[in-house]
């Protein structure tokens, strides 16, 4: 998915340095331009499982998922499935350069003999994209990275962030939906366009979402590097959401 190909791509680590901080015209020109590539670049074909840990004022749960990404040569197609007891519910976005994602979602029940029931055909277009995926504190949009399709894109400054040499570009949303972010600020590895770190704020400018990915590996089979973990925090209602993937050790 396009979420998880922002994540995974770490390369080597570069030296420290000062932090660059770019004059308006400029930053707008290459935040643009940032985000264009990044849109641009199809992920590879992949399916990732894993649990979300959910951690909020009600309590704890696990719920296992799946993500695969089916590529073609026009668009790439995100699969996110939750699995509960009783059903499969599945979110699923389709990504074309240059045009707006499109959320879809349905849901597979289960018969007596323990048989999905249900296809694609009964797939629904998504009315609230900031609602939650699997009662988490991922939103749909976050999936989606949603973010990177506003059309005000900045690249304020190059920094170093995690000792990677990072782009921190700021996006906002001109028209903030209910339940919505007015800005995300994120740090972009420079060399791999990894999302190192993102934080989402409120139209009053309070932070209200942290997302901050881990646990980087190598894989041996491959040797590409792997994500392990998502951590989002929540401040607004003080919940938190961890994905651990099932990774090539």
């Known amino acids: 998915s396009l979420l998880l190909s922002a994540l995974f791509a ?6 420290p ?24 670049q199809p992920p590879d074909a992949s399916t990732t499982t894993g649990v979300l840990s ?9 719920i296992l998922v799946d993500f695969q990404t089916t590529v073609t040569s026009t668009n790439w197609l995100s699969d996110y499935k939750a699995h509960y ?5 599945h979110i699923l976005i389709l990504h074309t350069p240059n045009q707006p994602n499109t959320y879809t979602w349905f849901a597979s029940a289960r018969d007596e003999d323990d048989q999905k029931v249900g296809d694609r055909n009964s797939a629904k277009p998504v009315k609230d994209i900031w609602a939650p995926f699997a009662d988490s504190d991922f939103s749909i949009a976050d999936l989606g990275l949603e973010f990177l399709h506003w059309p005000d894109q900045k690249l304020l400054q190059k920094e170093m962030k995690r000792s990677r040499s990072c782009r921190v570009l700021e996006s906002t949303n001109p028209h903030p939906e ?12 420079s060399e791999s366009h990894g999302i190192l770190l993102a934080q989402a704020f ?3 400018g309070n932070k209200i979402k942290e997302f901050y990915p881990g646990d980087f590996s190598k894989s041996k089979a491959t040797g590409q590097w792997q994500l392990g973990k998502m951590q989002i925090t929540n401040s607004k209602t003080g919940s938190s959401t961890t994905v651990k993937f099932d ?3």
């Open 10 to 15: 770490v390369a080597a680590m570069d030296p």
């Open 17 to 40: 340095s000062q932090p660059i901080t770019l004059p308006p015209e400029q930053a707008a020109k290459e935040g643009r331009a940032l985000v264009d590539e990044m849109l641009s």
């Open 54 to 62: 959910i951690r909020s004022k009600i309590g704890y749960r696990e």
């Open 85 to 89: 007891s009783d059903a499969t519910r």
């Open 178 to 189: 209910q339940g919505g972010y007015a800005k995300v600020k994120s740090w972009v590895d």
């Open 202 to 204: 409120d139209v009053k």
């Open 247 to 249: 990774v090539d050790k």
